[in-house]
């Protein structure tokens, strides 16, 4: 990479970057490969994220958060994940405390957010998000999961699918039908808990990657969801997601320049030291090429992002572009990650090497937080409005 000089962050940004590639570097790549194994980041290390102060800076300090308004410092977590070129964790913790937890932050009842907060910021409840369904996916008005009221509490049946931190998850921000007859209007979104009968889990499923990320399918049969476990109003849940969804796809826009930055470190170091016709790899001209491409867009996508983290810390973030963001960062991980195989050779497809993982776990970033093609939809909207 060129090295560029990043006005974005300050001189304490870059003491706290130390500290977290720090801990990343003890706490989370020396088990990777285990929790590969097991499908899932083990609790253990959701703990120690949680005493390191990590999850959930945001909370106000009297739900045992930091009080950090700063998106910088978010941000830099992502980074610093994507960096080590550990998707599953690269994209399990954000998603508990950049995208799941705003939602309880920002909509939840007192009592709902005494009951989880705390818990998701030490790491002893594990959050997920569920709005996908067996036969709806970017479509979410296509919902089919219903909560029936019941005077004090909302009858929940239905089920959700290819949920991140779903095996793992103690709470979750469910999508459900309150009024089926009123289209996105007749959406709202409730929080149910592990504890709640009724709510079940599917094994973790065999994915392509990301297999150190613990994604089920969720069950809901005669599920009681407490009234206070609604968030916001009742029928205003889709304009909530459209709301909170910006960030989201900042996030993954943040941890796929990220972990595009990781796959082109370990390439140019492999092109290096392999040797092909007594030369090196990296004194071909088309090895130099394809490096030079490379450096050149995640540089200018690197830019780009740190421009949109500036934008959001200022409230000034849309969701079309946070939709470019993640469309272009996504199509760009996936680019490189293709780049650095090929670059690999037959290496390249072995999964004890990186950035076979890493081209594994890449696939999956234009799909989920809506597809591609729905974010090229929202961009339009908005430029022909």
């Not at 599953?88 to 009842?109: E, F, N, Q, R």
Request: proline share 3%.
């Amino acid at each position: 990479m060129f090295g560029l000089p990043r006005k974005l962050f300050t001189e304490e940004h870059e003491l706290f970057r130390q500290s977290v590639r720090d801990f990343i570097a003890k706490e989370v790549i020396p088990h990777n490969d285990e929790w590969e194994k097991q499908k899932m980041v083990s609790r253990e290390s959701w703990k120690k994220f949680g005493e390191n102060g990590f999850l959930g800076m945001q909370a106000p300090e009297e739900l045992g958060g930091l009080n950090i308004q700063d998106f910088r410092y978010n941000a830099i977590l992502i980074e610093e994940l994507g960096l080590s070129g550990c998707s599953g964790p690269a994209i399990g913790y954000p998603l508990h405390s950049d995208i799941v937890m705003p939602y309880i932050l920002h909509y939840g009842t007192e009592v709902a957010k005494q009951r989880y907060i705390p818990s998701m910021i030490s790491g002893d409840f594990i959050g997920a998000v569920a709005m996908t369904e067996p036969g709806a996916g970017s479509d979410l008005q296509g919902m089919r999961t219903s909560a029936v009221d019941h005077g004090d509490y909302y009858l929940v049946n239905g089920s959700k699918t290819f949920i991140t931190n779903g095996y793992l998850s103690d709470v979750v921000v469910v999508a459900v039908k309150t009024d089926p007859s009123k289209g996105a209007k007749g959406i709202s979104l409730v929080l149910v808990d592990r504890d709640m009968e009724g709510f079940s889990k599917g094994k973790p499923f065999e994915k392509v990657g990301l297999h150190a990320q613990d994604t089920c399918e969720l069950f809901f049969e005669d599920v009681k969801v407490p009234k206070e476990n609604l968030l916001g109003k009742e029928g205003e849940g889709f304009k909530y997601l459209m709301t909170e969804l910006a960030q989201e796809r900042l996030v993954v826009a943040l941890a796929a320049i990220a972990l595009g930055e990781y796959m082109l470190d370990s390439t140019i170091s492999y092109v290096k030291q392999r040797k092909a016709f007594n030369k090196s790899l990296s004194d071909f001209q088309n090895t130099r090429f394809k490096l030079a491409e490379m450096t050149a867009a995640l540089e200018q996508g690197r830019i780009y992002c740190d421009y949109l983290v500036d934008l959001h810390n200022e409230g000034k973030l849309d969701s079309a572009m946070a939709s470019a963001a993640k469309y272009n960062m996504t199509e760009l991980q996936c680019k490189v990650a293709d780049e650095c195989v090929q670059l690999h050779g037959g290496y390249g497809y072995m999964w004890e090497y990186g950035v076979a993982r890493a081209y594994a776990d890449a696939r999956v970033q234009r799909i989920y937080a809506g597809t591609n093609e729905i974010m090229k939809e929202l961009i339009a909207r908005k430029i022909l409005k």
